[in-house]
């Protein structure tokens, strides 16, 4: 009897530890929202491991293209600005980067001046800024004038209206590129 006790609680032992043997499925622990959130928290709270992520996400093609994007989002959206007010050392290690990256690529030099050119356009102020700027600099004024040469030439309907909101502002510069055109 005492046999036979001693071996039913070696079968219990036993059977309680191969039932309880952890396995850990990924995908199956980050379907759980709380279990994704903690698992967030975890990596962000600790530097060490949220370097070693984002030294990860960086090996990953797909990642990087992600954290590039999310990055200018947060650029445009004036959120990076705020951060970089607060943190001037910051702002003055972002900028020589990106001046790093710009004369690194070409492309991308082109991509972002396209990119600031359009956002000073939406404003009053940031037009008014722009012309400034364009006045002061010779090759900015050259490389403005033949691009909206080239938008007049493809919308006629656009020149037109331009030509009419200055007669309307400004008569004086309105004679005076009259006056440039008959010479």
Sequence with gaps: MKTTVKLLMVIGILGTVISCKSTFNASETMQVEENRNAIYQEIISNPVQFTNFISEARKNEDAKKIMMKTHMEQMESGNMKMMMDKNPEMKEKMQAHMQQ???????????????????????????????????????????????????????????????????????????????????
């Design 101 to 183: 990256m710009m004369e690194k690529n070409p492309e991308m030099k082109k991509k972002m001046h396209s990119k600031m050119l359009d956002k000073m356009m939406e404003s009053e102020k940031g037009r008014q800024l722009l012309m400034e700027k364009m006045h002061n600099n010779e090759m900015m004024k050259k490389e403005m004038k033949e691009r909206m040469k080239k938008m007049m030439e493809e919308n006629p309907d656009m020149m037109e209206e331009m030509m009419q909101k200055m007669m309307e502002k400004n008569p004086e510069m309105m004679q005076k590129m009259k006056d440039k055109m008959k010479n």
